[in-house]
């Protein structure tokens, strides 16, 4: 899911023409980098941008709020006449509407370049990328974002990973909670795991003990493929 879609689901907000949404009825658009600028689009040119930053190797994030004139842009542009913001008109008009702020880390980041090569192989199918990403990574908590990630190529991301739970039982023998379902997201937040914000969690059934059973029932209601043995 594109960066703008989860600001406008974090704050409530509409898509709306001609930008990206309105707030108080003044219309926005809402631009991100993993880089250190941004690509501004002809309609969003001399409007008011929300600028989002991201250092995925800092884990962190911080937000400008610009209107981006025509003047305080680059000359050049790419075929789409998108153009970016001049360094010192940012400095210049750029309001930081949020500093620096960390970020949870992306588990992604902790698997080793051989893992990574098994979990984006692209010749697999998205139930045994999934099933490697938990096996990989064990009793750690999965953000929603990083399994779309994973499954970015399927149509129902979600739902294909849902599928997965099964083989990760049968293959790993772990237990698979989704911060989507209040059972689930309370099972593991007994055990010390945190749910919120949709994330996913793989559990062991030592982990688990007396509520494994609670746990695997639970799972096997929320989108599994094929019958299992406890």
Known sequence: MKLQYR?????????????????????????ATVGKNW???????????LLNQVDARGDRFRVFLMRTHR?????????????????????????????????????????????LDVVFQPRAGI??????????????????????????MAKDPLRRARQAKTDIYREHGLVVLMGTWNPEREIAAKHGFDLSDESWVALKRETLGEDFAAALRTMMRT????????
């Open 223 to 230: 989108g599994t493929s094929g019958a299992i043995n406890p």
């Open 71 to 115: 003047r305080w842009l680059n000359e050049g542009k790419n075929q789409d006449s998108k153009r970016t913001i001049r360094a010192d008109a940012r400095d210049t008009y750029a309001v930081a509407v949020l500093d620096w702020t960390p970020l949870p880390r992306n588990p992604l980041k902790d698997l080793t370049s051989q893992q």
């Open 127 to 152: 139930k045994r990328r999934v099933t490697a990403l938990f096996g990989f990574l064990p009793e750690v908590v999965i953000p929603r974002v990083a399994i779309e990630t994973v499954a970015a």
């Open 7 to 31: 600001i406008l689901e974090a704050f409530g907000l509409p898509k709306e023409r001609p930008l990206d949404t309105q707030i108080l009825g003044i219309p926005v658009e809402l631009k």
């Open 39 to 49: 690509s501004i689009p002809r309609e969003g040119q001399c409007e008011i941008c």
